[in-house]
């Protein structure tokens, strides 16, 4: 069978629906929601996630590219690219890397992902005078980083 049509007319029979495919699932299937906003993918993996014998409530990923639910007897992985601006995710790594205290955080080809930067930032641009000379522009935004560059 190539294809098949199943009508659901609730929400619940969707979630049904979804769990009687969770409970055929073995591992190692992948499975692709498509449709419009509201059309009833996320109704649909809540009863997959069911079928699968997971307990957790299902919520979709924010700020992070999926879910991982380790619960059940398989692992599910749950990934929804709805509400995911790929820059929202590389602010928020970012910002976490930069909370670090332990830590220091750099970042090439910030221009690329703009505003995913903390304000506070110190920024070195360094460019090539010419074939061996680099200009390195340290431009401190936050007080922190003046005293910084003032010592270098
Ligand atoms: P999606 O993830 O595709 O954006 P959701 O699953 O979050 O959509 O939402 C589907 C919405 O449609 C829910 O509010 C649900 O109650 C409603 N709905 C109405 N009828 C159905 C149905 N037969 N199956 C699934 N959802 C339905
Ligand atoms: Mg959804």
């Known amino acids: 069978m190539k294809s098949k049509t199943i009508t659901t007319k609730t929400p619940e029979a969707t979630e049904k629906l979804g769990e009687k495919l969770g409970r055929l699932l073995k591992g190692g299937e992948l499975v692709e929601l498509s449709g419009d906003l509201g059309a009833g993918k996320t109704v649909f993996i809540k009863g997959l996630a069911k079928g699968l014998g997971i307990k957790q409530a299902i919520s979709s990923p924010t700020f992070t590219i999926n879910r991982i639910y380790e619960a059940g007897p398989l692992r599910f992985y749950h990934f929804d690219f709805y509400r995911i601006d790929l820059k929202d995710i590389v602010a928020f790594e970012i910002a976490e890397a930069a909370a670090d205290r332990d830590g220091v955080t750099a970042v090439e080809w910030a221009e690329n992902v703009a505003g995913a ?28 980083y003046q005293t910084l560059i003032s010592k270098l």
């Not at 920024?123 to 935004?141: L, P």
Request: no cysteine; glycine share 4%.
């Open 117 to 144: 930067l903390p304000d506070e930032h110190l920024t070195v641009s360094v460019k090539a005078a010419d074939q061996t000379h680099r200009e390195i522009v340290f431009t401190a935004n936050g007080s922190k």
